[in-house]
C-alpha cells in the first residue's frame, strides 16, 4: 500500500495489478496494468513494492521481474 503524498489517492499491489482509489469519493479511480507478455513459467511479474514521488506526480513499483516500472499520474487523468 501506498499513500499519495497529498493523501489524495491510495494505490494498492494486487498481483501483477496497481489499483488506485480516490479516498475522498471513496472509489477505484484507475488499474495499472502491464502490457508485457510473459514467458516465465511462474506468470505475470508482481508488484511487490510500491512509492510515490515527493511531488505525488510519479508512482514506482517493483516486480518480482526485478524491474521498476514507473508510472506518470496526473489528476486530469483520475477525474
Known amino acids: 500500500l501506498a499513500f499519495s503524498p497529498n493523501r489524495y489517492w491510495l494505490c494498492a499491489a494486487v498481483g501483477p495489478v496497481v489499483k488506485i ?3 475522498e469519493e471513496k472509489k477505484p479511480v484507475d488499474e495499472l496494468k502491464l502490457d ?3 514467458n516465465n513459467k511462474a506468470g505475470p ?3 511487490i513494492s510500491l512509492a510515490w514521488s515527493a511531488d505525488g ?3 514506482y ?3 518480482t ?3 521498476i ?3 506518470q499520474v496526473s489528476v486530469a487523468q483520475m477525474r
Do not use: E, H, P
Request: aromatic letters at 14%.
Open 57 to 59: 506526480q510519479t508512482l
Open 61 to 63: 513499483a517493483g516486480y
Open 21 to 23: 482509489w480516490d479516498l
Open 69 to 71: 516500472r514507473i508510472w
Open 45 to 47: 511479474a508482481q508488484c
Open 65 to 67: 521481474d526485478n524491474v
Open 36 to 38: 508485457v507478455l510473459s
